[in-house]
């Protein structure tokens, strides 16, 4: 399975991310060996960059290589060993195998290689040395330099060619006796030559590399279709509930705004049952007497433009509550044009007024 497979798995799938991991441990390794020179600081460092590597990868985007992602993390993880912030691995992360699996001859000469070459290192500018030892002992292309050190491409390429020189000239890698006469670009080539073997020697420890392979599988949380988080059931919660609010309030009462209102559905149907209880069903546009349900005698009355329920009522001396009762008005006594309503017929009004 290659890097770009790895890469589309690697969230759901501990098997995908194990194998990027073993894509990436050696440069990871190398990269901090070339700082601390100490296996034991090398590998913490390592677990540690892995381990965040982990946490975070959700927010690699897939937007260029995985490994100027991964060696971004590396170097923040240095930047806080400088500081003194770096003391132990998480528990969960803590590594537990015994003793190297190098000869303690070849260990030997690795160290003492390595403790050169950072001390060498360090004799130059802290920029010139990272651009150094994100290319060579990071494996990295310098356009994958570039976007670790968050500059444009041409800047780094020149920032790297100015490190090379600047280790030229004050290195012990580099010859000290009749420098002058040698071709300055020949030298560079066999300096930058050298240090890539030098950093083709380090090669992390095979029970270190396992271990913290299966720390990390056994760290990893597959991401599934179906995972929702705490934050995003709640915003879901909180819209269910304010969708619920909108419909009750939208059906829990409409009261008209205007006077001149269409006759709803309810209303015929009301209108339609106050005739059948009352007795006497009936289309005619003019008066006409009838009972109604408390025997009251009542008349038809159909709705002049100008006319409101105050009117009404004071012109056959009725009330306003009446007019609701008997023809099923809302509460603001709300009437239209050619409306027909019930009145009824008191000592003082007649269907002739």
Excluded at 103 to 114: H, L, N, V, Y
Aim: glycine share 4%; with cysteine; net charge negative.
């Amino acid at each position: 399975m290659d890097e770009i497979e790895l890469l589309r798995g690697a969230a759901s799938s501990a098997n995908a991310f194990a194998g990027l991991f073993r894509l990436h441990i050696t440069r990871v390794y190398r990269y901090h060996m070339a700082y601390v020179s100490i296996m034991k600081d090398a590998e913490d460092l390592t677990a540690q960059t892995f381990m965040t590597a982990l946490d975070e990868f959700r927010s690699f985007r897939g937007s260029g290589s995985f490994a100027p992602w991964l060696m971004a993390i590396a170097s923040k993880k240095r930047l806080n060993d400088i500081r003194g912030s770096r003391r132990e691995l998480p528990d969960d992360a803590i590594l537990y195998y015994q003793s190297s699996s190098l000869p303690t001859d070849r260990a030997a000469t690795q160290r003492k290689e390595m403790e050169a070459t950072t001390r060498t290192l360090k004799q130059i500018s802290p920029d010139h040395a990272e651009a150094i030892i994100l290319m060579i002992f990071g494996d990295l292309t310098s356009s994958e330099v570039s976007q670790v050190l968050k500059r444009s491409t041409g800047t780094t390429t020149m920032l790297i060619g100015q490190s090379i020189q600047d280790l030229r000239m004050r290195s012990s890698l580099a010859p000290g006796e009749d420098s002058r006469t040698i071709d300055a670009d020949a030298e560079v080539a066999d300096l930058a030559e050298k240090l890539t073997a030098i950093a083709n020697q380090i090669t992390p420890d095979p029970n270190f590399i396992s271990e913290l392979e299966q720390a990390l599988v056994a760290k990893h949380v597959p991401k599934t279709k179906s995972t929702f988080s705490l934050q995003q059931i709640a915003s879901l919660a909180g819209w269910a509930l304010l969708i619920g609010m909108g419909v009750f309030l939208l059906n829990w009462r409409v009261i008209p705004t205007s006077t001149f209102i269409k006759p709803t559905i309810a209303n015929i149907k009301s209108t339609a049952l106050t005739a059948a209880v009352s007795g006497e069903v009936t289309s005619r546009p003019s008066p006409t007497r009838r009972p109604t349900a408390t025997h009251i005698p009542t008349f038809e009355y159909i709705v002049q433009a100008g006319d409101t329920c105050t009117y009404i009522a004071d012109h056959y001396a009725v009330t306003i509550e009446q007019l609701i009762l008997l023809n099923n008005l809302n509460s603001s006594c709300d009437i239209f044009i050619d409306q027909t309503l019930v009145i009824p017929i008191t000592a003082t009004s007649t269907p002739s007024d």
